[in-house]
């Protein structure tokens, strides 16, 4: 679901599906931008919160902890179809690049920005990221040692590539529109607000080893030579 809810996005972004496509990009005369702005928050909230070690622990009450990590990746596939689902439209355009060269060379970065993020979750292990390798394992009934902390391919210079990647996606694009800009804006707030909490989170499990890894690379941009 995880999948499907952040192919729902991309394809938004690229104009393939529309915005608010359960609602006709209408929303019951209330005000379009802050409808958006709130599923935006909804949405934000729900991410980060269910991310929390805290939350973590209150849900492994109730579930096995070996499917937290596919829950959570459950609600926040099902949360971002239902984000681009009930997006209201807004008329206008923020730019549009009419040269057809340029307008390429943007669909192209919007491309490895996903190609990116994709690689990234390879970088680390991406069967672990998504809940597949948890369940696997319990369903085997084998132990499952924790993963080691990574700084190959794109994380030797960069702690935080998926984000990257999103960042790029939601900015590479010739046509900007009133639509979209609120999801654009939205997402870069959520993304530096996650970021951090989530080092908040990491410095407190890995010590002094996370805070010299953040010395030596870039938070979303790459640092090289560090």
Known sequence: MGVIGLACIILALAGLIPYGFWLGGKGG??????????????????????????????????????????????????????????????????????????????WAI?????VFLLGATFAINHFDL???????????????????????????????PIQTGVLIGIWATPSMTNTQIVLSI???IYIFVGLWFEERDLVAEHGESYLQYRKETGKVLPKFGG
Do not use: C, D
Request: hydrophobic share 50%; net charge positive; proline share 6%.
């Open 29 to 106: 005369g209330v005000n379009p931008v802050l409808w958006n702005s709130a599923w935006v928050i909804i949405w934000g909230v729900i991410h980060t919160g269910m991310a929390r070690p805290g939350f973590k622990r209150a849900l492994t009450k109730t579930i096995p902890e070996a499917a937290e990590r596919s829950t959570y990746i459950l609600m926040a596939g099902l949360t971002s179809v239902a984000l681009i689902a009930f997006w209201q439209a807004v008329p206008g355009q923020i730019w549009h690049i009419e040269t057809a060269s340029i307008a390429y060379v943007l």
């Open 110 to 114: 919007f491309i490895f920005g996903w």
């Open 186 to 188: 939205g997402f870069t």
């Open 130 to 160: 998504f809940g597949l390798r948890q369940v696997f394992l319990n369903f085997k009934n084998s132990p499952r040692p924790p993963l080691k902390f990574t700084k190959r391919a794109m994380y030797k210079y960069i702690r935080h």
